[in-house]
């Protein structure tokens, strides 16, 4: 069985990791490291996803990197952000440090020797293979990539038509001239209905409960004034971001502070497309704005489909299935040609890879984050767990400085083991499930909150969700703070 062994191993090759391996390429040029995703190539989410029109939800000029502009438009299409993620590959040499369809079968630490083991399994060929390393970098994402999320509705057995998951979308799949009822309310189906209701002969999206949305022109008025006078891309790509990262903060700000009136404007920005006579109960959330996550529909793409009659709103709750659709509570039936499932996905902890420590099993749900990054009881691992109110990718930037910082700091110490633990002091601090459900709730987090480690009353023992406190938090951090023991 071959071994190899390298200062950092990153796990996944997706948007989280790609990003992971820039910073270490930059910042500790010294360390050797290597990549192991599980797939055929790199991309993550933006390489498995299939379904039609598969987009961002979130702004390039934020969910890009901090290091390369992004000189499209702000949402952004997953062949787009594939070409994004392969410049980034090829012009800093990535691709020589990644490995494709190794799939990581178990990861154990040992404190005696403060290395890592990885079990790892070549996907195409069966080989077995082990990888040691000082530091593990786990960029693997946060949500089974094999399979989504779908309800055990009744009667699912008995419905004669073709179920699809947007998850795990059929390259037969055959929409022309049918009846679709696509079931969600989320980014998803924002996504797929207005890529599909051309080819149909109508689309019907069933909702349980409403879902905000920011209709808005995919264009950045900004960006376009100052590549008008010609301001050089880098300039712009910052100034970019610091704007739009202003304004989120400003609305994250009033979705707590003045929720009923930012809430009124949202249904505002939807009404204008649909019109004033359209049944607005259909946009009209029991929850104040933020409680989810938000999309940005472009050009407000799905509400024209609506407006043009391609596709209508249902909003009620799922009976059971029937042989040729779906009957409601309400007592009234969706007949079917085609079901698409967009009820989202389940969560992933760490890969669901085996870890153990010194032969014990770890189980996250027994630990303590560290600002949703390290783990109690866990040595020389970082997580990178995005944000939901601003671009997943601003914590990779943030998390990569950190890595690095601390790796130099090691270095300098002379150390080779670092975990958090809690300071004496803090013993008897109050523990509460990952995140507050009180300010974000969404479905696959509900569903698997038993699964996530805890967090702690003081914020650095959280993931606060809080970029634009962590952005000067985390590069102030004490690397010899009492949160941290070394070995």
Request: net charge negative; proline share 5%.
């Amino acid at each position: 069985m071959s071994h190899e062994h390298f200062d950092v191993l990153i796990v996944g090759a997706g948007i989280s990791g790609v990003g992971a391996a820039w910073h270490l390429k930059h910042q500790c040029p010294d360390k050797s490291f290597a990549v192991l995703e599980a797939l055929e190539s790199f991309g993550g989410t933006w390489l498995m996803h299939k379904y039609p029109g598969v987009r961002s939800d979130s702004d390039l000029y934020t969910f890009g990197y901090r290091f390369k502009p992004w000189l499209g438009a702000p949402i952004a299409t997953a062949d787009e952000i594939l070409s994004y993620m392969s410049e980034v590959i090829e012009e800093n040499d990535l691709a020589s440090h990644i490995r494709y369809q190794h799939k990581i079968a178990s990861a154990s630490f040992s404190r005696k020797t403060n290395l890592w083991t990885l079990e790892v399994v070549r996907t195409d060929t069966g080989e077995r293979r082990v990888f040691t390393c000082n530091f593990l970098w786990m960029c693997q994402g946060y949500y089974r990539h094999a399979e989504g999320y779908t309800p055990d509705w009744p009667g699912l057995k008995d419905y004669r038509g073709r179920v699809i998951h947007p998850q795990t979308w059929p390259e037969d799949a055959d929409l022309a001239g049918k009846e679709v009822l696509v079931i969600g309310s989320g980014a998803t189906t924002a996504t797929v209905v207005p890529a599909i209701a051309g080819e149909c002969k109508h689309v019907t999206v069933l909702q349980r409960s409403p879902t905000y949305f920011i209709p808005g022109r995919n264009i950045n008025e900004l960006v376009d004034l100052l590549r008008q006078i010609d301001v050089d891309e880098t300039w712009i790509h910052e100034i970019a971001r610091k704007k739009i990262l202003f304004d989120q903060d400003q609305f994250t700000r009033r979705s707590f502070d003045e929720p009923e009136t930012l809430k009124e404007e949202l249904l505002t920005g939807v009404r204008a497309f649909v019109g004033p006579d359209y049944d607005m109960t259909h946009f009209t959330p029991h929850y104040r704005p933020w409680r989810q996550r938000i999309a940005f529909v472009p050009d407000g793409d799905l509400f024209q489909g609506i407006a043009a009659g391609k596709a209508t709103m249902v909003t009620d709750e799922i009976d059971r299935f029937t042989e040729s659709g779906v009957l409601l509570k309400s007592g009234k039936e969706v007949k079917a040609d085609v079901v698409i499932t967009a009820t989202g996905f389940n969560l992933s902890v760490l890969g669901d890879i085996p870890f153990s420590v010194d032969g014990e099993p770890v189980n996250f749900a027994d630990t303590v984050t560290y600002r949703g990054m390290m783990f109690t009881g866990v040595p020389n691992m970082v997580w990178v767990f995005g944000y939901f109110r601003a671009s997943w990718t601003l914590r990779v930037d943030l998390l990569g400085d950190f890595v690095c910082r601390l790796l130099k700091h090691m270095d300098e110490k002379g150390v080779h083991r670092v975990e958090p633990a809690i300071p004496a002091g803090d013993a008897g601090m109050a523990l509460s499930p990952w995140i507050d459900p009180e300010n974000f709730n969404p479905g696959y987090l509900m569903r698997s909150m038993h699964l996530l480690p805890k967090r702690g009353a003081k914020h650095e023992w959280q993931h606060t969700q809080d970029y634009w406190r962590e952005k000067q938090e985390i590069p102030a951090i004490d690397l010899d703070g009492a949160e941290f023991r070394y070995g």
